[in-house]
Protein backbone atom coordinates (compact mmCIF):
# COMPACT_ATOMS: atom_id res chain seq x y z
CA UNK A 1 0.00 0.00 0.00
CA UNK A 2 1.25 3.56 -1.02
CA UNK A 3 1.22 5.86 1.60
CA UNK A 4 3.03 9.51 1.75
CA UNK A 5 2.89 10.85 5.12
CA UNK A 6 3.04 15.13 5.69
CA UNK A 7 3.84 15.92 9.10
CA UNK A 8 5.37 19.51 10.41
CA UNK A 9 2.50 21.90 9.87
CA UNK A 10 1.44 24.23 12.99
CA UNK A 11 1.01 28.05 13.55
CA UNK A 12 3.64 30.33 13.44
CA UNK A 13 4.34 34.07 13.12
CA UNK A 14 5.06 35.71 10.23
CA UNK A 15 8.83 35.76 9.65
CA UNK A 16 9.50 32.60 11.27
CA UNK A 17 10.09 29.22 9.68
CA UNK A 18 8.84 25.26 9.68
CA UNK A 19 9.99 22.04 8.44
CA UNK A 20 7.78 19.98 7.06
CA UNK A 21 8.42 16.30 5.89
CA UNK A 22 6.59 13.34 3.85
CA UNK A 23 7.64 10.00 4.54
CA UNK A 24 6.88 7.72 1.86
CA UNK A 25 6.24 4.16 1.77
CA UNK A 26 5.30 1.53 -0.49
CA UNK A 27 6.92 2.97 -3.52
CA UNK A 28 10.38 2.75 -4.73
CA UNK A 29 11.06 6.28 -3.42
CA UNK A 30 14.54 7.09 -5.46
CA UNK A 31 12.72 6.39 -9.09
CA UNK A 32 9.90 9.20 -8.10
CA UNK A 33 9.70 13.31 -8.60
CA UNK A 34 8.36 14.66 -5.60
CA UNK A 35 6.13 17.36 -4.85
CA UNK A 36 4.70 20.27 -2.83
CA UNK A 37 1.41 21.46 -3.59
CA UNK A 38 -0.73 24.01 -1.33
CA UNK A 39 -4.39 24.57 -1.51
CA UNK A 40 -5.74 27.70 0.10
CA UNK A 41 -9.21 28.32 1.39
CA UNK A 42 -11.87 29.18 -1.93
CA UNK A 43 -8.46 28.18 -4.19
CA UNK A 44 -6.93 26.17 -6.70
CA UNK A 45 -4.02 23.79 -5.75
CA UNK A 46 -1.08 25.61 -6.41
CA UNK A 47 2.28 24.09 -7.14
CA UNK A 48 4.55 24.80 -4.68
CA UNK A 49 8.33 22.86 -5.63
CA UNK A 50 9.71 19.76 -7.07
CA UNK A 51 12.70 17.63 -7.03
CA UNK A 52 13.27 15.14 -9.38
CA UNK A 53 14.75 11.60 -8.90
CA UNK A 54 18.09 13.04 -9.82
CA UNK A 55 18.26 16.14 -7.02
CA UNK A 56 17.18 18.65 -9.65
CA UNK A 57 14.93 21.43 -8.47
CA UNK A 58 12.17 23.74 -9.36
CA UNK A 59 9.98 26.58 -7.09
CA UNK A 60 7.07 28.60 -7.82
CA UNK A 61 7.86 31.88 -7.69
CA UNK A 62 5.80 33.16 -4.98
CA UNK A 63 8.41 30.91 -2.83
CA UNK A 64 11.72 31.16 -4.31
CA UNK A 65 14.27 32.20 -2.24
CA UNK A 66 12.11 31.42 0.93
CA UNK A 67 11.17 27.45 0.71
CA UNK A 68 13.98 24.47 -0.13
CA UNK A 69 13.03 21.10 -1.12
CA UNK A 70 15.11 18.55 -0.39
CA UNK A 71 15.08 14.86 -0.32
CA UNK A 72 16.64 11.75 1.64
CA UNK A 73 16.48 8.61 -0.32
CA UNK A 74 17.88 6.21 2.28
CA UNK A 75 15.17 7.62 4.74
CA UNK A 76 12.08 8.01 1.84
CA UNK A 77 11.20 11.22 3.02
CA UNK A 78 11.13 14.66 0.78
CA UNK A 79 11.31 18.19 3.21
CA UNK A 80 10.03 21.28 2.44
CA UNK A 81 11.66 23.89 4.44
CA UNK A 82 9.94 27.24 4.76
CA UNK A 83 11.77 30.36 6.07
CA UNK A 84 10.51 33.63 6.24
CA UNK A 85 6.72 32.54 6.38
CA UNK A 86 4.19 35.19 5.24
CA UNK A 87 0.47 35.11 6.28
CA UNK A 88 -0.19 34.53 2.18
CA UNK A 89 1.37 31.26 2.85
CA UNK A 90 -1.49 29.96 4.83
CA UNK A 91 -2.73 26.95 3.44
CA UNK A 92 -3.10 23.11 3.18
CA UNK A 93 0.61 22.18 2.00
CA UNK A 94 0.43 18.50 -0.05
CA UNK A 95 2.97 15.94 -0.76
CA UNK A 96 2.99 14.46 -4.17
CA UNK A 97 4.93 11.41 -6.05
CA UNK A 98 5.26 11.42 -9.45
CA UNK A 99 6.51 8.21 -11.35
CA UNK A 100 6.59 10.24 -14.70
CA UNK A 101 5.91 13.75 -16.18
CA UNK A 102 4.46 13.55 -19.17
CA UNK A 103 2.93 17.66 -19.60
CA UNK A 104 3.77 19.86 -17.05
CA UNK A 105 4.84 19.78 -12.94
CA UNK A 106 2.86 22.29 -12.34
CA UNK A 107 -0.04 19.72 -13.20
CA UNK A 108 -1.83 17.93 -10.40
CA UNK A 109 -2.73 14.94 -12.66
CA UNK A 110 0.96 14.67 -13.36
CA UNK A 111 1.16 12.83 -9.50
CA UNK A 112 -0.21 9.43 -8.99
CA UNK A 113 0.25 9.49 -4.89
CA UNK A 114 -0.98 12.24 -2.32
CA UNK A 115 -0.47 12.36 1.09
CA UNK A 116 -3.36 13.86 3.55
CA UNK A 117 -2.09 17.30 3.66
CA UNK A 118 -0.84 19.66 6.30
CA UNK A 119 -2.16 22.86 7.79
CA UNK A 120 0.36 25.76 7.61
CA UNK A 121 -0.80 29.19 9.33
CA UNK A 122 1.11 32.30 9.49
CA UNK A 123 -0.57 34.79 12.02
CA UNK A 124 0.79 38.65 11.32
Known amino acids: QVQLVESGGGLVQAGGSLRLSCAAS????????MGWFRQAPGKEREFVAR???????YYADSVKGRFTISRDNAKNTVYLQMNNLKPEDTAVYYC??????????????????WGQGTQVTVSS
Open 51 to 57: ISWTGST
Open 96 to 113: AAAKFITSSIYRTSEYDY
Open 26 to 33: GLTFSSYA
